[in-house]
């Protein structure tokens, strides 16, 4: 607040879930010459968030990529307040309540006049119960259970998904399918959305559901070069566009402020919103390569295989785990790629698809740059 205010008292505070905010239309001679002379600089921020401790760190030679990295924490940050929240605004702790399907929320194929995406709502509830059931297969093995009822279904979802839902109309549709292996085919699944961001002048249309698998698809199925031009690109729709338009979170909205300058709306416009800083998994998992191993869990042993792009110089991602710190670093060296690894565990490291078995400590690797 400014230093010039007089005390305030609290009939002048109106609250929103964790947020306060100061109602000056109540109190016009507050501020000396007029609420009219109020200016930015006379107000202090003051950001409120669980303590959370940080154990990741991206950088990399793009200054719009570096600036992203910075939203997403504090996007992370300003949405978590005892429990995660949809954004800061509203008050979430009643949970998971109501039985309401927001579908591809936010996707960019939605019609016109809807919030929701094009994808088939019962396709997108039937993609997670199959994930769902597979995640309780996995637990149940891990605790020695009989896992058998649960196997039985999830062949039976998906058999039944795959006579339902044979062909796919949507970047989200085709993501989830390849994702979760649901597709009969699941390389033509992810082919078939990469022809779609092709088609659309390379860039994205999902929303909250399918953006967060998107990259991970594209790169998992031979399509590294695109996944890295959505990463970079500037122009709407992208993850970069809101870093041009001054971003300092993470949008609801691909287009919170419209290309000219507008407001996308004003009934539900979040300027402080995760979901699509999810993206942040892609580069550790993929750009950097920092992956757990399924049995060996807690990072007791790693798997790094990093996949640069010759759009940047470098790029650097530090892990804080339980057992140490784990560091993955490439940078452009003459013609070549120049590698810099650092584990506290036995790890896998696979550099250009060779496979190197080595124990904890510090590694330099070359590669031909391609």
């Known amino acids: 607040m400014s230093k010039a205010l007089t005390p305030f008292s609290p009939s002048s505070w109106e609250k929103s879930s964790n947020v306060l905010f100061w109602n000056a239309s109540l109190i016009p001679n507050a501020f000396p010459g007029g609420i009219d002379k109020v200016t930015l600089d006379a107000f202090t921020a003051i950001a409120v968030h669980s303590d959370m401790k940080r154990t990741g760190y991206l950088s990399c030679s793009n200054d719009s990529l570096n600036k992203l990295f910075s939203n997403i924490i504090w996007g992370q940050k300003g949405n978590f307040v005892d429990v995660p929240t949809d954004c800061q605004q509203r008050d979430e702790r009643l949970g998971w309540a109501g039985g309401k399907h927001y579908g591809d929320w936010l996707g960019l194929d939605a019609p016109s006049g809807s919030y929701k995406g ?199 991602a530090v892990l804080e785990t339980r057992h140490g710190k784990v560091t993955s670093e490439w940078k452009k060296e003459e013609n070549f790629w120049r590698y810099e690894i650092t584990t506290p565990v036995d790890t896998a490291i696979v550099i250009d698809g060779k496979n190197y078995q080595v124990k904890a400590g510090s590694y330099c690797f070359y590669s031909e740059q391609k």
């Open 118 to 316: 094009a994808s088939d709502e019962t396709f997108i509830a039937s993609a997670f119960y199959a994930y769902s059931t597979s995640l309780v297969i996995k637990a149940g093995n891990v605790l020695d259970k009989d896992v058998s009822e649960f196997e039985d279904l999830y062949a039976h979802i998906i058999k039944t998904f795959r006579s339902q839902y044979p062909v796919y109309h949507t970047q989200t549709e085709c993501v989830l399918a390849a994702h979760f292996k649901l597709a009969e085919n699941c390389q033509a699944a992810a082919d078939q959305l990469a022809e779609m961001i092709t088609a659309c002048g390379n860039h994205l249309e999902t929303g909250f559901v399918g953006t967060p698998y998107l990259l991970h698809v594209l790169s998992e199925y031979g399509h590294l070069k695109l996944a890295y031009t959505l990463l970079l690109r500037e122009k709407y729709p992208s993850w970069l566009y809101p870093v041009t338009k001054g971003a300092t979170t993470i949008w609801e909205h691909w287009d919170g402020i419209m290309e000219d300058g507008n407001f996308w709306s004003s009934d539900m416009n979040s300027y402080n919103h995760y979901a699509y800083g999810s993206v942040a998994d892609w580069v550790y998992m993929v750009a950097a390569g920092i992956n757990t191993v399924e049995n060996a869990p807690g990072y007791e042993k790693i798997l790094i295989a990093p996949h640069p792009d010759t759009r940047l110089d470098w790029l650097k």
